[in-house]
């Protein structure tokens, strides 16, 4: 997956890494972009914290209920009942039956089916020294 270079200021000195909250790896673009194979296996980058109280969906959802969600932050997605299929980077099997969770990767777009029954939480994650997430616009970012 695509991601922008940050230059991190230390008071030793400046380091590079990913705006998703990776390390820089060594392949990289004139443009300041790389490619972040942890981004592709939906790997959470280390030091994260939760940002806020899980985000509870629960059943009964509308029959044949699908949406779309694109994560401006990094998110877990938990399933405590029911059935739902997910798909998006990073998934490895699309259909979870519960109990299951998957990594939801900052800025990437998932489709969500959820069963009628099924129970849904969305924990979002936030790095402390990032100053905004893919696909967060500038002004929300605190």
Do not use: N
């Amino acid at each position: 997956m695509e991601r922008h270079l940050e230059t991190v200021d230390l008071d030793t000195g400046s380091w590079l890494r990913l705006d998703c909250g990776h390390p820089a790896p060594p392949a990289r673009r004139p443009d300041g972009t790389a490619d972040c194979a942890l981004c592709d296996r939906a790997q959470l980058p280390a030091g994260l914290i939760a940002d806020g109280a899980p985000l509870r969906q629960r059943a009964p959802w509308p029959k044949q209920c699908r949406f779309e969600l694109t994560p401006p932050a990094w998110a877990v997605l938990r399933l405590d009942s029911g059935t739902a299929f997910v798909s998006g980077p990073g998934v490895p099997r699309p259909t979870m039956t519960a109990p299951a969770q998957v990594v939801l990767v900052a800025g990437a777009r998932y489709r969500i089916a959820p069963s009628d029954d099924a129970d849904l939480i969305i924990q979002h994650f936030r790095h402390p020294c990032l100053s905004r997430w893919p696909g967060e616009p500038a002004e929300a970012a605190s």
